[in-house]
Nanobody, 119 residues
Framework: QVQLVESGGGLVQTGDSLTLSCVAS????????MGWFRQAPGKGREFIGN????????FIADFVKDRFTISIDATKNTAYLQMRSLKLEDTAVYYC????????????WGQGTQVTVSS
C-alpha cells in the first residue's frame, strides 16, 4: 500500500524560505514521478511541478519557477519542495502525489501540509 506523508509546513513571514518533505512508502515500480500541488482557500488545486524518480529531472510551473525548486532523495524515498521568497499568496495546503508511468495520472496523494505566510 502506497503512503505519502508530507511535513514541514507552518507559519512563516513574507520573504522567508521553507522546505517541505514528502516521505513515500510502498511505492510501486510504476511510479514515474513525485509531484507537488497546492490548494489555497476557495481556489482549485494548482500543479507546482514534479520530479522524476529515476533521474531527478524536474518540471516547475512558470508561476513559481523563479522561487521554488523540487528535488528527490531516492535513497530515502523522499521528495522535497524548497520554497523561497514566500509571498502572502503562497498560503495554501501543499500536497505531494505519486505519478503513474502507466497512466500519467497522480493516483496517490498525501494528506497535505498547511503553509501560511503572514506579513
Amino acid at each position: 500500500q502506497v503512503q505519502l506523508v508530507e511535513s514541514g509546513g507552518g507559519l512563516v513571514q513574507t520573504g522567508d524560505s521553507l522546505t517541505l518533505s514528502c516521505v513515500a512508502s510502498g511505492l510501486a515500480a510504476s511510479t514515474f514521478a513525485m509531484g507537488w500541488f497546492r490548494q489555497a482557500p476557495g481556489k482549485g488545486r494548482e500543479f507546482i511541478g514534479n520530479v522524476i524518480r529515476k533521474n531527478g529531472n524536474t518540471f516547475i510551473a512558470d508561476f513559481v519557477k523563479d522561487r521554488f525548486t523540487i528535488s528527490i532523495d531516492a535513497t530515502k524515498n523522499t521528495a522535497y519542495l524548497q520554497m523561497r521568497s514566500l509571498k502572502l499568496e503562497d498560503t495554501a495546503v501543499y500536497y505531494c502525489a505519486a505519478q503513474s508511468s502507466a497512466t500519467g495520472r497522480f493516483d496517490t496523494w498525501g494528506q497535505g501540509t498547511q503553509v501560511t505566510v503572514s506579513s
